[in-house]
């Protein structure tokens, strides 16, 4: 069966207004299934979660959903389904828990490639405790950030590793099983920012070898929030701050306050509704793997076209260029600012920003400052019309 693009879109009330998406990265338009679980989850009565009223026993349920559909998602145990405000709040929050452990001397790895969401809150907590950051560069070249280049920066002190799976600016996708086991044989901890890699690609945990990972529901189609998972029994070994009367147990001692079960249950749909653009049979795991194949096939097709067309137009560079990636284009413009193509898009309906995205390493890596480029995201309700709507808003811009 083709993938219908067609029965995909009719589902996004937004994609009504006309405009041509390709900001997916920054955040995806939301199908109308997440939008009513939001209004079931909220018409329906709701309370502190328990067993015997009818409000506590729908928030449960709502939770113990949310909890199922992550861990089906990404391969998980519902026991290790953090629940946060956004993906950075998360890495924040487990930057200070993990860091009280650190000693001065301790190391820690970072790189370059990543958002900095998974930089800044690593690269403070070493400073107040002492520890030593090293950093591992990709080759601006290619793109790549090769798992020999991480491994050089880990020693028999390195106490974390914190690497993206997918970078949001120019879509590389390091080999994060490699740099797992280079980690784990220093003894160190992985810390994987999931988050642009989730949207585009089916995740198992115990493949990539993750220690943690998060990611970001709002990529992919669901409320905007971050969700963080992990073994439940290493959750059990780290002490959070919490309030004295709060629940001990995992993962709730990571969750402050009542819980957003509206942005739960909308989650859950969004996870089923991915499920259900795939053509496989089986469970909920087993047709996510088949809707993600169904989606990239889609979304490759598409970027093949645009890659084609953009090297014909003459003084655009391509600044993605790994051999595995996402269908994430960054380009920039020979005399020309990535911010003014991206107002003259804007003005026939097409939305591809410009900016570092808070990549800022990344771009200044690549020699493009804080500026960066213009960034060109696909995502599974992207069609040809929205191509070639693109492209020839990018062709009479250039002229």
Not at 221 to 233: I, S, Y
Not at 342 to 362: K, T
Request: proline share 6%; hydrophobic share 40%.
């Amino acid at each position: 069966m083709s993938y219908d693009v067609g029965a995909v879109r009719a589902q996004f009330p937004a994609l009504r207004s006309g405009t041509a998406h390709f900001d997916g990265p920054g955040g995806t338009q939301t199908p109308a299934s997440v939008i009513a679980a939001v209004g079931e989850a909220m018409s329906g009565p709701l309370s502190i979660r328990g067993a015997a009223l009818p409000g506590e026993v729908h928030a449960e349920q709502i939770v113990r959903g949310f909890r199922q559909a992550m861990a089906d998602l990404l391969g998980a145990d519902p026991g290790g389904i953090v629940y946060g405000r956004s993906a950075t709040q998360l890495t924040y929050d487990f930057s200070r828990t993990l860091s009280r452990t650190w000693s001065p001397g301790d190391e820690v790895v970072v790189s370059r490639l990543d958002h900095d969401a998974n930089i800044r809150p690593w690269v403070q907590a070493a400073e107040r405790s002492g520890a030593v950051v090293r950093w591992a560069d990709f080759d601006p070249s290619t793109g790549e950030l090769s798992p020999g280049t991480v491994g050089a920066q880990i020693t028999g002190r390195t106490r974390l590793v914190a690497v993206t799976g997918a970078s949001n600016l120019i879509g590389t996708r390091p080999d994060v099983p490699a740099i797992a086991e280079l980690a784990h044989r220093a003894g160190a901890l992985l810390y994987v920012d999931g988050v642009h890699l989730t949207a585009h690609h089916p995740v198992d945990l115990e493949r990539l070898g993750a220690d943690f990972f998060v990611c970001s529901p709002y990529k992919f189609f669901g409320p905007h929030h971050g969700v963080l998972a992990a073994r439940p029994e290493l959750l059990d070994t780290l002490r959070p701050d919490k309030l004295a009367p709060s629940t001990d147990d995992v993962p709730e001692r990571f969750e402050i306050g009542t819980l957003p079960y509206e942005s739960m249950a909308g989650t859950r749909a969004a996870v089923d509704f991915l499920a259900g653009l795939g053509t496989g049979a089986g469970g909920r795991r087993e047709r996510l793997r088949s809707a993600y194949a169904a989606i990239g096939a889609h979304e490759t097709e598409l970027r093949e076209s645009i890659e084609k067309a953009v090297r014909e137009l003459g003084g655009v560079t391509v600044h993605s260029r790994a051999a595995v990636r996402t269908p994430t284009l960054l380009l920039t413009f020979e005399g020309r600012d990535a911010s003014d193509a991206y107002r003259s898009l804007a003005r026939s309906g097409v939305h591809a920003p410009a900016g570092s995205f808070y990549a800022l390493e990344a771009s200044r890596h690549l020699g493009l400052g804080d500026g960066g480029g213009l960034r060109v995201g696909l995502c599974a309700y992207n069609d040809a019309d929205d191509v070639e709507r693109l492209l020839t808003g990018l062709s009479d811009w250039l002229r």
